[in-house]
């Protein structure tokens, strides 16, 4: 069983940053992509950032429009912990944080599948 695990939000004032981390664990064969998407409530979740590895040499990483140049995501670590790196935080970035994998288990034999984390809250606010 593939877990995706979140760490990090919380409340922080317009012009500070936050980190949050993903981690996955379990039957990992290889993280075909990793990010971030978020949503508010009442509204479609939106893409945040997402590290796509394509067919292995491929990766690219591709940024939300409202985030470009203030959200940064690192690679994914040996770990397979990936961290998003806020800055220069906005009121509407204000939102639930979801991270999500697309994971080969065992191998590739068969197609990857999705996974999403459980999600965390991210409040930007004097």
């Known amino acids: 069983q593939v877990q995706l695990r979140q760490s990090g939000g919380g409340l922080v004032q317009p012009g500070g940053s936050l980190r949050l981390s993903c981690t996955a664990s379990?039957?990992?064969?290889?993280?075909?992509?990793m990010g971030w998407y978020r949503q508010v409530p009442g509204k479609e979740r939106e893409l945040v950032a997402l590290l796509d590895a394509g067919d292995g040499s491929r990766e690219e990483t591709t940024y939300g429009r409202s985030v470009q140049g203030r959200f940064t995501i690192s690679g994914v670590s040996a770990t397979n912990t990936q961290y998003l790196q806020m800055t220069n935080l906005k009121p509407e970035d204000t939102a639930i944080y979801y991270c999500?994998?697309?994971?080969?288990?065992?191998?590739?034999?068969?197609?990857?599948?999705?996974?999403w984390g459980q999600g965390t809250q991210v409040t930007v606010s004097s």
């Open positions: 379990g039957s990992i064969y290889s993280i075909n992509a």
């Open positions: 999500k994998a697309r994971i080969y288990s065992g191998s590739y034999d068969r197609p990857p599948n999705d996974y």
